[in-house]
């Protein structure tokens, strides 16, 4: 069996090669079509959120996140086509092993690669070494990140 150590080494890797493949939006470019629509999302595999996010930054569609999106779904909201429901929930934590308090090395910076100006501070200095969820409100997060687009009602 592998060590986490080369297994977390490995999928540093896979992030920044899905990172180089990843294509967003031109500069400029409008989002069209339907919205796709993430409600109240819980998270989980870093790694499978970065390649959903990939996948909606290569759809070109608006993305609207709302509800309670919380840890892995936090990457979606910079997200050049997204936009936070003025009433979403945002909720972070420090990235651990499934089924443990084990905060793994690395996926803290993967996931941190996402991040913009007073998030990404308290991501840094908080929210990646906690266990408990620091929950915020979507104008929380704008403050903390003014380039975040709220969505319309």
Known sequence: MRSITT???RALGLSLALLAGAMA??????PRGKPIVILNNKGGNVMEAIKYRNKL???GRPVEVRGYCRSACTIYITLPNACLGP???????APRIPGTTIIPPLVDELMAQYYRGGILR????????????HKISARQYVKLDPQTRLCRK
Do not use: C, Y
């Not at 939006?25 to 409008?30: D, E, H, K, N, R």
């Not at 009433?87 to 934590?93: D, E, I, L, N, S």
């Not at 200095?125 to 906690?130: G, P, V």
């Open 7 to 9: 297994r977390l080494s």
């Open 25 to 30: 939006l031109p500069a400029g470019a409008q």
């Open 57 to 59: 930054a290569r759809s």
């Open 87 to 93: 009433g979403a929930t945002v909720g972070f934590h």
């Open 122 to 133: 308290k991501w840094n200095s908080e929210w990646k070494h906690s266990l408990k969820m």
